[in-house]
């Protein structure tokens, strides 16, 4: 039990999922603009969102692969073994994205993105042989994501956290 309760907070912490703007949690990316195309930043921002989401598909299904769509093989990877490493202490995490705010986008260079976010996240961590919960918490971010552009197509090759705020449940006792 030890192990599992580990597992996950350390899973907490290096969990960096994703965003989307407040006016479009629930909702699908942002539509063209009147003249049919999307602007730079639009997509990277949809981006951000299809990652997010494609993230948290990820991780109920225990499986990363499409997460290939928003990002790069290195970040897809990253995914994957935290997935992975949950998997082992025989956890997987279901998380809900409940607010997103762009704080910022840069556009560094055609190639290079820079985008700030507020997120907050609902987790719960359910044990796969029972199905059964075994630990659940919200954490509110403030990251940053790092864009690339390879093939005209913008992905998430990186993510810093700046900050976290961890809510725990009513009745929660820290590992001592």
Same mark, same amino acid.
């Given at each position: 039990?030890?192990?599992?309760?580990?597992?996950?907070?350390?899973?907490? @912490?290096? *969990?960096?999922?994703?965003?989307?703007?407040?006016?479009?949690? $629930?909702?699908?990316?942002?539509?063209?603009? !009147?003249? $049919? %195309?999307?602007?730079?930043?639009? #997509?990277?921002?949809?981006?951000?969102?299809? =990652?997010?989401?494609?993230?948290?598909? $990820? =991780?109920?299904?225990?499986?990363? #692969? +499409? @997460?290939?769509? %928003?990002?790069?093989?290195? &970040?897809?990877?990253? %995914?994957?073994?935290?997935?992975?490493?949950?998997?082992?202490?025989?956890?997987?995490?279901?998380?809900?994205?409940?607010?997103?705010?762009?704080?910022?986008?840069?556009?560094?260079? +055609?190639?290079?993105? !820079? *985008? $700030?976010?507020?997120?907050?996240?609902? =987790?719960?961590?359910?044990?796969?042989?029972?199905?059964?919960?075994?630990? !659940?918490? #919200?954490?509110?971010?403030?990251?940053?994501? &790092?864009?690339?552009? @390879? #093939?005209?197509?913008?992905?998430?090759?990186?993510?810093?956290?700046?900050?976290?705020?961890?809510?725990?449940? !009513?009745? =929660?006792? +820290?590992?001592?």
């Amino acid at each position: 039990m030890i192990r599992i309760l580990v597992i996950i907070l350390i899973a907490v @912490l290096s *969990v960096t999922a994703c965003e989307q703007d407040k006016k479009t949690v $629930g909702t699908s990316p942002e539509k063209p603009k !009147e003249t $049919g %195309a999307f602007d730079e930043e639009t #997509s990277i921002k949809n981006t951000v969102i299809l =990652y997010d989401s494609l993230l948290a598909k $990820g =991780y109920i299904t225990q499986n990363m #692969s +499409p @997460l290939l769509e %928003a990002a790069t093989e290195k &970040r897809a990877d990253k %995914a994957y073994y935290h997935m992975a490493a949950l998997g082992e202490g025989k956890v997987k995490m279901d998380m809900k994205l409940n607010e997103l705010k762009f704080t910022d986008v840069k556009i560094l260079s +055609p190639d290079n993105a !820079e *985008v $700030g976010t507020e997120e907050k996240w609902d =987790y719960r961590y359910i044990n796969t042989a029972s199905g059964k919960q075994v630990y !659940e918490n #919200s954490v509110d971010y403030k990251l940053t994501y &790092r864009l690339i552009k @390879l #093939s005209g197509k913008w992905l998430v090759n990186d993510i810093d956290v700046k900050q976290t705020k961890e809510k725990h449940p !009513e009745g =929660y006792k +820290p590992l001592s």
